[in-house]
Structure formats: structure tokens, C-alpha cells
């Protein structure tokens, strides 16, 4: 007072000098002496305060976590930084409070529009967040909510008539289709309780599967019955299934199902895909144009095994001829089932894409090509609406006009036969035949040589002439059927009859050096193993598969069906015997070598029939060991060492049985200068007095009764 001063103290504002002492999130509020900082609203304090001061850090309060019932029953709690957003479920609108949903009666709102939800043999029942079509007696919503009633035939299961109904194990599947089937059109048993589509689909495939067992189909109307019942049976599960796709596999079976439901018609891409084949379409194709049920289907399915039962009846197959020549057929591709739910399948809006794996690889050539291809209902194959698009080595992409089972069939075109291929054939065999006339014409007339082995020579030509005439003339001539038919039983026969006369010329050689006595034959039981053996077996063969004599390239026998093994498992047991009979003639010869007063003489004889008859062995085996592959793969090369290996046969025999017999040449030899000396008229009694052709043709009839007898 005395120095009349005062002091004057002012309150700091720390909020403005200290710009951002208060962290993110908050506020700042200044106080006397002091400050303290605001969590703004939706944010907190780490120790859970709202008000702090210099330590402390404002986070994001989770409405949606703090309180389960922040939004309601009816809508969703999404949260956001320092608040949180409601929203609200299908079939549910916001009302005036926040966190509060209504649900909305789409019954009411489609009878103010008006707008169709059921369908005409529906009523709309509303439920919380969405409705239920009640469904007339023949009409189904598949027990799915919000889904119009359509009608369902379940006629399809019943397999009066058909022939699906007599194969063992599909009236299981038609019975237990039937059940549900009705269960679905049944208003007293109609429910919002979801059917269980997962588990009928489990049980259809698991019937399947021992349908499709070996054994089981027999026929193709089994086979159109079974994939028939399968297809309506997905289109009649699909709806019923829990998700939108589904994948199912068996030890038979592999399928994808793509179900979309809604009240508009579904858009967009579709591809199903599995290890065999693939599907590309788009959802307006499934949907269709027609009335809309409220979802669309779309599936695709394999079988892992059908092919096999399947590679026949191509014969509606037509217009595939290529240079004059009809294909065979046969399938290159599992079979696949693709299926929509567009009623209409026969006629789609937009072609469908199907990519097929080969069952092997192999690129297109001359003589084979890919044809995409569907099974009809009448136990057919047809190409119609069918096209290639893209092929390779590995697959075949096929766009089809409609829907059904789908194959890739491959086109085996006939090897057109080269002008080489055909010269050595006609020269070789013309060759052969001559040579074989020689052979039968020395065997019966030359009578120094006759013996048993002679016999069975002169058969085994005659055999062997025979079926080298019908190979020349007919082997090709594939038309008439019948006659294609007669020419491959003669072939069967004949080229049977050849190795079984082999067989008698293996089991004389053995008796020639076993049996020291009675090493003959007797001619007739010789005819009746040699001709009435492969009798036998061509009469029980063409019985048993008498559709086998003849195939669509060659009169010869076909490789389906195992007839082929008439054919080659008598001939590796003949072969095998002689083979035997060869090594104990050898033994035994060496044994009699090794003697100490050998019959050298008959031995060397022998030792020689022995040779020849190897000889001829392995040359008419290895012949038809080519033989073999001729008939199953179209190779020029194997073509030519079977035509030059069976142009050999007659030539071989006349060379070894007769050129190189001494007994065969003097014959020749004598036979030759008798047609000589009478050209030669002047010296006709000469020679017919002559003392020394006397006493050389004396000689000579001693010799040969001395063969003779061996």
C-alpha cells in the first residue's frame, strides 16, 4: 500500500499455446491453472476414462462387441472409428430408431405392385426376414423359402414299360426318386424345413455305382435307361442341395452341381471343370427363356468307366467318309452328362462348350480324326448338332447345340495300301501258290518219298494253299457282310488247320526217333486231328460270337470281345508243343550220335527233317506275330514283313521238303529228261533200250524204298 503497486497473475491457456497436447482423438479443455483432455464421442481413455491429461491415449470404443444387441436381432453391427453403422438383414428395412429393423412383408408389397412370387398354383406366407410359397399337390418350391412353385412330374420314376425298370439296382433309384419326388408335390407334407438335397445326392451315386459295376449294363438300353434316371434325378435334387456348388466323387462317378436361386434370373459365366472334361455356358443358357421357378441349374458329370460299354452301336453315324473310305469308330473320351436346368435343352439359345480329354494321346492324322458326338435315347451315337471346334494331341473342345451325354468318338480311316504294298502282295502270294502247286502235285505223285511225313506235307500245303487263296481274293472285300463273314471262317479255318498239320509233323519226328518200331501213322486218324481239330473250334467260336467273323477294314477276325484268342491260343499251345517235341528230338538224336555202332545214315536223314521242320516253324509263328499287329494298328512296315513273311511260306516249303531232298531232285531230274526225250523223236528207241538207264532207274527205286520206310 505504501508503494501503491499491485500484481497481477493470468491464467496460462494451454490448449491454445500448446497446440496438440491433447493426442488425437480427444479434446482439449482448459481449466484455472490447468487443462485436461476429451475422448470425443466413440472413443475411451486405455485405462477406460473419457477425461485425462497428459498420459493418456484416446481408442476406438467396439459398440458391436460391448453390447450383442447394439443393431438388433434383424441387422448386422459393422463398426467404424468412434461410431458404429446397422445394417440391416434380407428381408428386413430401417426404421425411425437406430439399431432397430422391421421386417418386411413381401406378401403385401407383391399385392400392391403387383409383382407374381409364387406362381400360380402358389400362396405367399410371410415369415420373419423373408416368405414361404405354399404349394398346390403336383407343385414344389423343393423346400426352399422364396421360391416359386413349380410344377413336378414325378412320372419320370416310374419305369412302367421301360426298360430301366427291369436292370437290376435302377428300380432302387427310381423308387427311392419316386419317394421324394411325391414327398416334394405333397402339400400336407410340404414344410419350411429344408429338405436334405446332400444326402439324396449320396445315396443316388452310391446306387449307382453298383450299377455301373461289370456286369450290370448289357445292353444300350440299359445304358440310355441308367443315364436317363441319373439326369432327372440331379434336376430333381439340384434345388434341394445347401450350397451353391456342390462336387460329389465316386469309384465311378464325378459330378459338379452349380445351383443359383433368387426372384431375378441369374447372369454371368459358368465353368465347371473335373480331371476328364470341362463345361463353359453361361447362366442365361441354364435359366432358359421360359417361366423363371426362382433358380437356375446347371451340372456336369462324368462317368469313369462307361466308355467301355459304350463303344458300340455307331452305326447312325454318317457322313464321315473320307476318299471313299468309311471310318470305324470308336470312343476317345469319357463319358460326360452335362445338364441345365432350361427345359428347352433341345433347342438352347446359345451353343454350349465342352472340352473332352483323350483316353490317350495322339494327333489327327490321314487315317484317324475326332468326331464330338451324343448318345441318343434310342442306344445310338449321332453327331448331329455336334461340332469340333479345336483339337490336339490331348483333347477335343466340341460345341453342341443342345444337351445330352457327350463322347469323342475317334474316326479310324482303312490304310489305303500303297502300289508297292499291293505289287509284293499279288507277286509274293502268286509266287507262294506256285510253289505250293509244286509241293502237292511232288508230294502225291513222286512215289519214292511216300511215307507219313509226305502225308502230313502234302496236307499242310494243301491247307496252306487254300488260305493264301481266300487272303489274295478276299481278305479286303469287306462287302457283302455274308460273304466278308465266309471268307474270315475259311481264313480261321485253314490258317488252323496249318498249324495243327505242324503240330502231326512235330509228333511224327518225335515218333521217328523215340519209337524204334511202328513209327507210322495211320492216315486217317491223321485227317481227323488235322482237319476235325480246328473244325471243332471254328463251329464253337462262330457260335459263341458269331458276329465276330468280319470286321469293317478286314474279313478277318475281331479284336473286341477276345474272338481274336480262337485264333492265337491254339497256335501258342501248338507252338509251345513243338517246341517241346523239337528239344527231345535234339536230345535223343545226340544220345544216338553218341553211340558206339550208330545208324549214321537215318540219323543225318533225320537230324535234317528236324531242321526243316524249325525252320518252317519259326518262319509261320514269326509271320503271324506281325500278323497280329497287322489287323490292330495300321503300319505299312508291319504290312510288308507280314505280305514278304507269307509270300515266303510256299517257297520255303517247296525249297526245304523238296529242292533240298536228293531223292525229289533225281525224280525231278528223270521227270524232266523223260519230257525232253520225247521231244526228241529220232532218239526214242535208243533211249528206251538204253541198258544204263535201266540199271540208274533200278538204283534209284532202291534208294527210295530205303526213304520210304523213314
Not at 473320351?333 to 483316353?359: C, D, E, F, G, M
Not at 519226328?509 to 488235322?530: D, E, H, K, Q
Request: hydrophobic share 35%; glycine share 8%; with cysteine.
Amino acid at each position: 500500500m505504501g508503494s501503491g503497486k499491485e500484481l497481477l497473475i493470468l491464467d496460462a491457456n494451454e490448449c491454445e499455446e500448446q497446440p496438440g497436447v491433447c493426442r488425437e482423438n480427444s479434446n482439449c479443455f482448459n481449466t484455472d491453472g490447468s487443462f485436461y483432455c476429451s475422448c470425443k464421442q466413440g472413443f475411451r481413455d486405455s485405462d477406460k476414462q473419457v477425461n485425462y491429461t497428459l498420459e493418456g491415449n484416446c481408442q476406438d470404443i467396439n459398440e458391436c462387441t460391448e453390447d450383442n444387441n447394439t443393431c438388433g436381432p434383424a441387422a448386422h453391427c459393422t463398426n467404424l472409428m468412434g461410431s458404429f453403422n446397422c445394417t440391416c438383414n434380407f428381408g428386413y428395412t430401417n426404421s425411425t430408431s437406430v439399431g432397430h429393423c422391421t421386417d418386411i412383408n413381401e406378401c403385401f408389397e407383391a399385392q400392391m405392385k403387383p409383382v407374381d412370387l409364387c406362381g400360380e398354383k402358389g400362396t405367399c406366407i410371410n415369415s420373419n426376414g423373408s416368405y414361404w410359397c405354399s404349394c398346390s399337390e403336383g407343385y414344389t418350391n423343393y423346400g426352399n423359402s422364396r421360391t416359386k412353385c413349380s410344377p413336378l412330374n414325378c412320372d419320370n420314376f416310374s419305369g412302367d414299360g421301360g426298360p430301366a425298370s427291369l436292370l437290376g439296382g435302377l428300380a432302387d433309384i427310381l423308387s427311392m426318386m419316386r419317394n421324394s419326388c411325391v414327398a416334394l408335390s405333397n402339400p400336407s407334407a410340404a414344410s419350411e424345413v429344408k429338405t436334405d438335397g446332400d444326402a439324396l445326392l449320396e445315396k443316388l451315386f452310391t446306387a449307382a455305382e453298383s450299377i455301373l459295376s461289370p456286369g450290370q449294363l448289357k445292353s444300350s438300353e440299359d445304358v440310355s435307361g441308367l443315364l436317363s434316371t441319373v439326369e432327372n434325378a440331379i434336376m430333381l435334387i439340384g434345388p434341394q442341395l445347401k450350397h451353391n456348388n456342390t462336387k460329389i466323387e465316386t469309384t465311378e462317378t464325378d459330378a459338379e452341381i452349380a445351383v443359383q436361386r433368387g426372384n431375378t434370373r441369374p447372369t454371368g459365366p459358368i465353368q465347371l471343370t473335373n480331371e476328364v472334361a470341362s463345361l463353359d455356358t453361361d447362366w442365361t443358357t441354364a435359366a432358359g427363356s421360359g417361366s423363371y421357378p426362382g433358380f437356375a441349374l446347371a451340372a456336369l458329370l462324368s462317368y469313369k468307366k462307361l466308355e467301355k460299354l459304350v463303344n458300340r452301336s455307331f452305326e447312325g453315324l454318317k457322313g464321315h467318309e473320307k476318299d471313299g473310305l468309311n471310318p470305324s469308330f470308336q470312343i476317345s473320351s469319357k463319358v460326360v452328362s452335362v445338364l441345365v436346368s432350361n427345359p428347352n435343352t433341345q433347342q438352347l439359345n446359345r451353343n454350349v462348350t465342352i472340352t473332352l480329354r483323350h483316353l490317350q494321346d495322339a494327333n489327327e492324322s490321314e487315317q484317324l480324326s475326332y468326331v464330338c458326338a451324343y448318345w441318343k435315347e434310342t442306344g445310338a451315337w449321332s453327331t448331329e448338332g455336334c461340332y469340333q471346334q479345336e483339337s490336339n494331341a490331348t483333347y477335343t473342345v466340341c460345341e453342341c447345340e443342345h444337351l445330352s451325354s457327350f463322347a469323342v468318338l475317334m474316326a479310324l480311316y482303312p490304310m489305303k495300301h500303297t502300289f508297292g504294298l499291293q505289287v509284293v502282295t499279288k507277286v509274293g502270294l502268286t509266287i507262294s501258290l506256285l510253289c505250293l502247286v509244286l509241293c502237292i502235285l511232288t508230294f502225291k505223285f513222286c512215289r519214292s518219298i511216300k511215307g507219313t511225313r509226305t502225308t502230313i506235307h502234302l496236307h499242310l500245303c494243301i491247307c496252306l494253299f487254300i488260305a493264301d487263296i481266300f487272303f489274295l481274293a478276299g481278305i479286303s472285300q469287306t462287302k457283302p457282310v455274308g460273304g466278308c463273314r465266309f471268307v474270315a471262317a475259311m481264313l480261321h479255318y485253314f490258317f488252323l488247320a496249318v498249324f495243327t498239320w505242324m503240330l502231326l509233323e512235330g509228333v511224327q519226328l518225335y515218333r521217328m526217333v523215340v519209337l524204334v518200331f511202328n513209327t507210322t501213322m495211320r492216315p486217317l486218324y491223321l485227317y481227323i486231328t488235322g482237319y476235325g481239330t480246328p473244325l471243332v473250334i471254328v463251329v464253337i467260336s462262330a457260335i459263341i460270337r458269331p458276329g465276330g467273323y468280319g470286321t469293317d477294314e478286314h474279313c478277318w477276325l475281331s479284336l473286341k470281345d477276345g474272338l481274336i484268342w480262337s485264333f492265337f491260343g491254339p497256335v501258342c499251345f501248338v507252338i509251345i508243343l513243338n517246341v517241346i517235341f523239337f528239344l527231345v528230338t535234339v536230345w535223343k538224336l545226340a544220345q544216338k550220335f553218341a553211340t558206339l555202332n550208330p545208324d549214321l545214315t537215318k540219323l543225318h536223314k533225320i537230324r535234317a527233317f528236324t531242321v526243316t521242320a524249325i525252320a518252317q516253324m519259326c518262319i509261320l509263328g514269326l509271320m503271324w506275330v506281325f500278323g497280329a499287329f497287322l489287323f490292330q494298328e495300321e503300319n505299312t512296315v508291319v504290312a510288308y514283313i507280314f505280305t514278304i513273311l507269307n509270300s515266303l511260306q510256299g517257297a520255303l516249303v517247296f525249297f526245304m521238303h523238296c529242292l533240298l531232298s536228293k531223292q525229289v531232285r533225281e525224280e525231278y531230274a528223270y521227270f524232266l529228261s523223260c519230257i525232253c526225250t520225247s521231244q526228241k523223236k529220232s532218239y526214242s528207241d535208243l533211249t528206251s533200250t538204253n541198258p544204263s538207264s535201266s540199271q540208274s532207274q533200278a538204283s534209284r527205286s532202291g534208294q527210295h524204298t530205303g526213304e520210304s520206310q523213314i
